[in-house]
């Protein structure tokens, strides 16, 4: 018997099949709308928003340094220049590691221990992606031609071109010009981020840091376009920076050299000043270094050289040293004498080389054992002679020395564009007690009269009072700054400047001013003036003022020999002076440590100077002073 067996069922199979096509339409079609709804939604809702991540994938904004600005001198020398320099750099994001980069950059040119500490450091800094890292600058040709060779096995590594800060006269404007260093984290926060975002380098010191601003210029920016691997395919946009304004100073090239070679080997300072201005025209501190080696990033053991010099050449004397004004103040406490009726022109005291306060057992000496005899204060001045300036000196009191030598300057920093320098020490009754802890003494009175004790005194301090006398008591601040350039479209500029304000010299007889500035010609021309020797064959007249400053103690009753003591241990050498007398067109001050006497080490820098400036320079016309027979 045969069973009914149905082995294929039709209807069945057409229900299966039915279903499943119902399903996967379903399937599909919601799988469209959602697509046709996500791109309905990327297209036109939100096309603008995933616009402009797009451009921000393909393009980026660079920032673009400015050229700093130049430095000049009066007569448009060059001080400070931007030069191309070459240096090697990793970008992190192409290089396999940063470390076997280093070595295979090693086994091509000399690297130093240094050169990859300072790279490591710069790493750590934060930075643009595929912003390349400067690991050595300041390449040779030779270096940058075996770098070139092997540029294809140095994934990641290249060689960039940059401008550079250049110091033409190295050493000798290190102290007045200042320089640029790298720009560190520290310093990026006290300034516009934005504006130094491609700036590498900032001014440390001197003018390159007081005129940063004007130095920099404004950031520049373009709009470039990237492949995915962020490299530059084109410039889309840009906008050129603006560069620095360029400075001229007062300086002048040849005259900062001359006093140069004139303070030679010694530790010492010369700071020149064109009274009717105020402009520095020479700022020297010796020695000196050279501030090109700073630019780049100065390596440990040169600074250490530096640093640890028993000579300090990194010490800017000039601003910084503060030294005793000896016998240099004198003029100025003399004036003060004859203003407040203290003393007279006829006033005459007998000197027999010592002066000894009541009640007290010290005795002060004059420098002169023997005495002077009979001396007034003209005489006093140009013979320089201690012990009527310990008489005058008692009978004024600290009050009025004080009051006097602050119009002169002294313990206040007066120049409108140098920030670096020390006021010194003008002491006064309430400074000791409040310092020392102890009252004012009449023998403090004395050594003050002769610029000894504690006051302190800047070679800048001294050529700026030098200055005022000059100028027959008419205030004008010290600067450096003579111009700035102007930007397209500026009729004028202000330069930031620090605020002085100080008062003309107001005397009841301004005759007794001329009388000083003929004692101090006397210190220069009279028959016993102790720079008589450096005035000696002037073709002009010029007015001065010796001075020594002790650096050690000198006990009671002992004299002073300077071969019995070190060299680090003897007098300092001082002058102070203007010329020609009666139109001024500079003042000098010069300092020349361990010198020994003012007369025999520091007037004839000073006569030296007058000659270069005025002579050789041409800023007098040459004549024969009427000048007593030696």
Same mark, same amino acid.
């Given at each position: 018997?045969?069973?009914?067996?149905?082995?294929?069922?039709?209807?069945?199979?057409?229900?299966?099949?039915?279903?499943?096509?119902?399903?996967?339409?379903?399937?599909?079609?919601?799988?469209?709308?959602?697509?046709?709804?996500?791109?309905?939604?990327?297209?036109?809702?939100?096309?603008?928003?995933?616009?402009?991540?797009?451009?921000?994938?393909?393009?980026?904004?660079?920032?673009?340094?400015?050229?700093?600005?130049?430095?000049?001198?009066?007569?448009?020398?060059?001080?400070?220049?931007?030069?191309?320099?070459?240096?090697?750099?990793?970008?992190?994001?192409?290089?396999?590691?940063?470390?076997?980069?280093?070595?295979?950059?090693?086994?091509?040119?000399?690297?130093?221990?240094?050169?990859?500490?300072?790279?490591?450091?710069?790493?750590?800094?934060?930075?643009?992606?595929?912003?390349?890292?400067?690991?050595?600058?300041?390449?040779?040709?030779?270096?940058?031609?075996?770098?070139?060779?092997?540029?294809?096995?140095?994934?990641?590594?290249?060689?960039?071109?940059?401008?550079?800060?250049?110091?033409?006269?190295?050493?000798?404007?290190?102290?007045?010009?200042?320089?640029?260093?790298?720009?560190?984290?520290?310093?990026?926060?006290?300034?516009?981020?934005?504006?130094?975002?491609?700036?590498?380098?900032?001014?440390?010191?001197?003018?390159?840091?007081?005129?940063?601003?004007?130095?920099?210029?404004?950031?520049?920016?373009?709009?470039?376009?990237?492949?995915?691997?962020?490299?530059?395919?084109?410039?889309?946009?840009?906008? $050129?920076?603006?560069?620095?304004?360029? =400075?001229?100073?007062? !300086? &002048?090239?040849? *005259?900062? %050299? #001359? /006093?140069?070679?004139?303070?030679?080997?010694?530790?010492?300072?010369?700071?020149?000043?064109?009274?009717?201005?105020?402009?520095?025209?020479?700022?020297?501190?010796?020695?000196?270094?050279?501030?090109?080696?700073?630019?780049?990033?100065? $390596?440990?053991?040169?600074?250490?050289? =530096?640093?640890?010099? !028993? &000579?300090?050449? *990194?010490? %800017? #004397? /000039?601003?910084?040293?503060?030294?005793?004004?000896?016998?240099?103040?004198?003029?100025?406490?003399?004036?003060?004498?004859?203003?407040?009726?203290?003393?007279?022109?006829?006033?005459?005291?007998?000197?027999?080389?010592?002066?000894?306060?009541?009640?007290?057992?010290?005795?002060?000496?004059?420098?002169?054992?023997?005495?002077?005899?009979?001396?007034?204060?003209?005489?006093?001045?140009?013979?320089?002679?201690?012990?009527?300036?310990?008489?005058?000196?008692?009978?004024?009191?600290?009050?009025?020395?004080?009051?006097?030598?602050?119009?002169?300057?002294?313990?206040?920093?007066?120049?409108?564009?140098?920030?670096?320098?020390?006021?010194?020490?003008?002491?006064?009754?309430?400074?000791?007690?409040?310092?020392?802890?102890?009252?004012?003494?009449?023998?403090?009175?004395?050594?003050?009269?002769?610029?000894?004790?504690?006051?302190?005194?800047?070679?800048?301090?001294?050529?700026?009072?030098?200055?005022?006398?000059?100028?027959?008591?008419?205030?004008?601040?010290?600067?450096?700054?003579?111009?700035?350039?102007?930007?397209?479209?500026?009729?004028?500029?202000?330069?930031?400047?620090?605020?002085?304000?100080?008062?003309?010299?107001?005397?009841?007889?301004?005759?007794?001013?001329?009388?000083?500035?003929?004692?101090?010609?006397?210190?220069?021309?009279?028959?016993?003036?102790?720079?008589?020797?450096?005035?000696?064959?002037?073709?002009?007249?010029?007015?001065?003022?010796?001075?020594?400053?002790?650096?050690?103690?000198?006990?009671?009753?002992?004299?002073?020999?300077?071969?019995?003591?070190?060299?680090?241990?003897?007098?300092?050498?001082?002058?102070?002076?203007?010329?020609?007398?009666?139109?001024?067109?500079?003042?000098?001050?010069?300092?020349?440590?361990?010198?020994?006497?003012?007369?025999?080490?520091?007037?004839?820098?000073?006569?030296?100077?007058?000659?270069?400036?005025?002579?050789?320079?041409?800023?007098?016309?040459?004549?024969?002073?009427?000048?007593?027979?030696?």
């Amino acid at each position: 018997m045969k069973s009914d067996r149905r082995l294929k069922d039709s209807n069945r199979e057409k229900r299966i099949y039915a279903f499943r096509t119902i399903v996967a339409s379903i399937f599909v079609l919601s799988l469209t709308g959602g697509l046709i709804f996500r791109m309905y939604y990327l297209q036109i809702t939100n096309h603008t928003h995933f616009q402009t991540l797009s451009d921000k994938n393909r393009m980026q904004l660079q920032s673009i340094a400015p050229n700093r600005g130049l430095i000049y001198d009066r007569n448009g020398i060059l001080l400070a220049d931007n030069r191309p320099i070459f240096s090697v750099a990793i970008t992190p994001e192409d290089s396999a590691s940063i470390d076997e980069s280093i070595a295979s950059i090693a086994q091509v040119i000399s690297i130093s221990d240094d050169h990859v500490r300072r790279f490591k450091k710069r790493l750590k800094r934060a930075r643009r992606p595929f912003h390349p890292v400067i690991l050595k600058s300041k390449l040779t040709e030779k270096e940058i031609a075996m770098l070139e060779v092997r540029r294809h096995e140095l994934k990641g590594v290249k060689v960039l071109a940059e401008l550079a800060r250049h110091y033409p006269m190295a050493k000798d404007t290190a102290h007045s010009i200042g320089y640029v260093g790298r720009i560190n984290e520290k310093e990026l926060k006290k300034v516009d981020e934005q504006n130094y975002s491609a700036t590498n380098y900032i001014g440390k010191l001197g003018v390159e840091k007081f005129y940063e601003s004007e130095l920099h210029g404004q950031v520049g920016f373009q709009t470039v376009e990237t492949n995915a691997s962020n490299r530059v395919l084109r410039v889309l946009d840009r906008s $050129d920076p603006v560069p620095g304004r360029n =400075l001229t100073l007062h !300086l &002048d090239a040849q *005259l900062q %050299n #001359r /006093a140069v070679e004139l303070l030679g080997s010694n530790r010492g300072a010369v700071v020149a000043i064109e009274p009717e201005t105020g402009g520095i025209l020479a700022m020297v501190s010796t020695p000196s270094f050279d501030p090109n080696a700073f630019v780049t990033g100065i $390596d440990y053991k040169s600074y250490g050289e =530096l640093r640890d010099s !028993l &000579d300090l050449p *990194l010490f %800017n #004397r /000039a601003l910084k040293g503060q030294y005793p004004p000896g016998s240099t103040i004198k003029p100025m406490v003399g004036l003060g004498g004859l203003d407040t009726n203290t003393t007279t022109r006829e006033f005459s005291i007998w000197d027999e080389g010592r002066y000894q306060l009541q009640n007290d057992e010290r005795i002060y000496r004059d420098w002169k054992r023997e005495g002077h005899g009979r001396i007034n204060l003209r005489s006093a001045i140009a013979q320089s002679c201690d012990t009527y300036f310990y008489d005058l000196a008692f009978k004024m009191g600290v009050d009025q020395m004080s009051k006097y030598l602050g119009y002169f300057g002294f313990g206040s920093n007066t120049a409108l564009d140098i920030s670096e320098a020390r006021s010194g020490i003008l002491p006064t009754r309430e400074w000791k007690k409040a310092l020392k802890g102890r009252s004012w003494y009449p023998g403090d009175s004395l050594n003050l009269g002769i610029g000894q004790g504690f006051m302190l005194a800047t070679p800048l301090q001294l050529a700026t009072a030098t200055a005022f006398l000059a100028n027959r008591g008419r205030w004008v601040a010290p600067t450096l700054l003579r111009s700035i350039s102007l930007r397209k479209g500026e009729s004028e500029y202000s330069a930031r400047r620090r605020e002085v304000e100080m008062p003309d010299l107001d005397l009841s007889r301004p005759e007794d001013l001329d009388y000083i500035i003929e004692s101090m010609a006397d210190v220069m021309h009279g028959r016993h003036g102790t720079a008589r020797g450096s005035g000696r064959n002037a073709s002009y007249k010029m007015a001065g003022k010796t001075g020594t400053a002790q650096v050690v103690g000198i006990a009671q009753g002992e004299k002073y020999d300077a071969e019995a003591l070190i060299e680090r241990h003897r007098d300092h050498a001082l002058f102070v002076g203007f010329a020609p007398l009666d139109e001024p067109q500079i003042a000098v001050a010069v300092i020349v440590e361990n010198g020994g006497g003012g007369s025999s080490a520091a007037a004839p820098v000073a006569r030296a100077m007058f000659d270069e400036w005025l002579i050789s320079l041409g800023h007098i016309a040459s004549s024969n002073p009427d000048t007593p027979k030696e």
